[in-house]
RNA sequence: GCCUCUGUAGUUCAAUGGAUAGAACGGAAGUUUCCUAAACUUUAGAUUCGGGUUCGAUUCCCGGCGGAGGUACCA
């Protein structure tokens, strides 16, 4: 903002020394005092060698005279808080309202590229709460990163092959007579999750029977026959067996058509996609390739480590002795693979906090590798969500799936709708889609709202709730400043420009102003603390302070024609940043609600 | 054991080293001749403990206690 600007220039001139612009702390003005901005002027006592109150007096004299935009001062202790002129906020609204895109800024072709990883499902069983947290992040991640300029590619790397996926495909060889989506009504990955659930249980039935009969808990799991078919479907799967192959891609063709409802549903897409089983070869040539230029060593048996103790880390292995390749050398593979595809300048991993070790190895193993973007590459690390009931366990049955979730969000946003009445006189297809956004911003923002590093605790029913700190409450705003407009439209009111400056505004209009003012700020802070949440807890602010402006004002009544105007567009502009603010959270916001 | 993250009202979340630590939900009390009451207004209620740095610490540093995660052939 061009006034710290100007308080910077202040403290110079008068005390004739060029000071260090951190010493320049301007703050917002807590409500309880008058002002909009504060100058803490505690840093600056060494320069003026005087006390608190004195300095603040001297600078703020000197504002006064000399900076139009102060209109008025007044010192608390060390605080030096100003008020600037109602004319300043009129000219802040214009800016605002003339300009499109308000807080975001276009890429040009020579921005820099960051590529964003997220999602990464495996490929054995459906989507669940963890994932959607990830999915969240990750989109909305993106359209911040977009919105500031930079270049944007989202990726995915499904981890389509293992042992986990062949334990699916043999419990539904074994006992699944031949069932397909069509001919179970079931979602492809929910179908393929039934499968390994099923292999889980009958390995689980088989390890039992074998300690009955006496055998250790070690030597019952070497033994068992389930296992070792799935390994060696592993092994054929490796060496090419066409019907193992086959049957490999006809599950996973089920199970990328499920994910791909449960993506279009969540809202979330991808520009590249890549897939383990195309890059797990890669990266065990790198690895090799490393070797040779003595970054690993290889011990006696054959497996292929590095020694990373030099950095304060431990030896990781790269390739086992039988040289098949662990997961990073998978991530090595796909990091080779996307910089062969994109001119990548910054590299986002979305993935949870319990992989903060192997980013911390990966960051490094890259780097050796002569991986420009590998020294810089975020790990965007975010907590677990958990149940109120505590963690969610598979074994138990607690994981809440993806699309149940987004189902019931959908159904209780109709119901709730319902008896208020907010959907009579809709069309069945506009109740639907009304459900839709209402049902997935309660949900999205719920999630997004919080600090991305911290656990997080998932109350399903909390989320639903549509009142308080939430995204109905949010999009509810939104849909009666649609409706504010609507009907300022239907009086023939039509808005071209920001009336005269000359308006005298109130307390309230100049808060919401200056609120306003702050959006770009937020979402540049947004994207250099990778943070959504900066920007759900501002839209969360503006929202309140709007509706207590709405409260205790009659937008539409005003006898005044140029504050009635006046309000319109102030009610406009907030309307238009709740839009964009949503946009980059991926919250859609609907006209009507 | 070692490493990383984390600890704020009853609960879920805020607070670039700044003023009297903010909200929301839940609790208590109110507001509808009014543009969408999914709203608004009151009200009670919190920084895990002990040191240190600082004019000033929820924030930075050290230690204790509590929670979560990781810990080399699972991804």
């Not at 917002?28 to 060494?46: A, C, D, I, R, S």
């Not at 074994?174 to 999750?193: F, R, V």
């Not at 799935?230 to 490796?238: C, G, S, T, V």
């Amino acid at each position: 903002m061009d006034i710290q600007k100007s308080v910077h220039q202040a403290v110079e001139k008068i005390y004739g020394q060029t000071i260090d612009p951190s010493l320049v702390q301007l703050q917002k003005t807590k409500k309880e005092f008058t002002g909009h901005l504060t100058l803490v002027v505690f840093p600056l006592l060494k320069i003026s060698k005087k006390n608190p109150e004195q300095t603040a007096l001297e600078i703020g004299d000197y504002l006064k005279a000399n900076e139009p935009a102060i209109a008025d001062f007044n010192v608390i202790k060390g605080f030096l808080n100003l008020c600037i002129s109602s004319s300043y906020w009129v000219n802040v609204l214009t800016d605002i309202h003339k300009t499109a895109g308000f807080g975001t800024q276009k890429a040009e072709n020579n921005s820099p590229l960051v590529m964003i990883e997220y999602s990464s499902p495996n490929t054995n069983k459906p989507l669940h709460l963890g994932h959607v947290r990830n999915n969240l992040l990750g989109f909305s991640l993106a359209e911040i990163m977009k919105a500031n300029g930079y270049n944007v590619v989202k990726t995915n790397i499904v981890n389509d092959r293992g042992i986990h996926i062949c334990k699916s495909m043999l419990a539904w060889k074994k006992w699944g007579n031949g069932a397909t989506p069509e001919s179970t009504g079931k979602k492809g990955d929910h179908l393929i999750g039934d499968f390994y659930v099923l292999f889980d249980k009958e390995y689980k039935k088989e390890l039992q029977e074998l300690q009955d009969k006496g055998l250790s808990k070690e030597d019952a799991e070497n033994q068992s026959s389930l296992m070792s078919e799935a390994r060696e479907m592993l092994r054929q799967w490796e060496a090419g067996n066409q019907e193992t192959v086959a049957l490999w891609e006809k599950m996973n063709s089920w199970v990328y058509a499920g994910f791909d409802e449960t993506y279009k549903a969540l809202g979330v897409d991808f520009d590249k996609v890549y897939y383990e089983s195309q890059t797990y070869l890669e990266g065990k040539e790198k690895v090799l390739e490393g070797l040779e230029k003595g970054v690993f060593y290889k011990k006696e048996d054959g497996s292929v480590w590095a020694d990373l103790t030099a950095d304060g880390l431990d030896n990781k292995l790269l390739l086992r002795a039988d040289g098949t390749s662990v997961y990073m050398t998978q991530d090595i593979g796909t990091a080779k693979l996307r910089f062969d595809d994109y001119p990548i300048n910054k590299m986002v991993y979305v993935v949870g906090n319990e992989q903060n070790y192997h980013f911390q190895v990966l960051s490094l193993l890259l780097d050796k590798l002569g991986f420009e973007f590998g020294k810089g590459l975020v790990h965007f690390s975010y907590g677990m969500v958990e149940l109120p009931e505590g963690k969610m366990k598979s074994r138990e049955g607690t994981v809440v799936d993806a699309d149940d979730l987004v189902a019931e969000m959908v159904d209780t946003a109709r119901e709730t709708s319902n008896e208020l009445g907010k959907l009579d006189g809709c069309s069945e297809g506009e109740a639907q889609k009304v459900s839709q956004i209402v049902g997935l911003g309660a949900l999205k923002y719920f999630i997004l709202k919080v600090d991305p590093r911290k656990n997080m605790v998932f109350n399903p029913k909390e989320s639903i709730d549509f009142n308080g700190n939430t995204g109905p409450f949010i999009q509810y705003t939104y849909a009666r400043i649609q409706s504010v407009l609507r009907k300022a439209a239907e009086q023939g009111i039509v808005l071209p420009e920001v009336p005269a400056s000359a308006l005298q505004l109130n307390e309230k209009e100049e808060n919401l102003i200056q609120m306003m003012a702050e959006f770009p700020a937020i979402v540049k802070e947004a994207a250099d603390t990778f943070s959504p949440a900066v920007i759900a807890n501002y839209i969360y602010e503006l929202v309140k302070e709007y509706n207590q402006f709405y409260h205790d004002y009659s937008i539409l009544r005003e006898e005044n024609k140029d504050t009635k105007e006046f309000r319109l567009i102030l009610s406009e502009n907030v309307g238009k940043i709740i839009k964009t603010g949503f946009g980059l959270l991926g919250i859609d916001v609907p006209d009507r609600m």
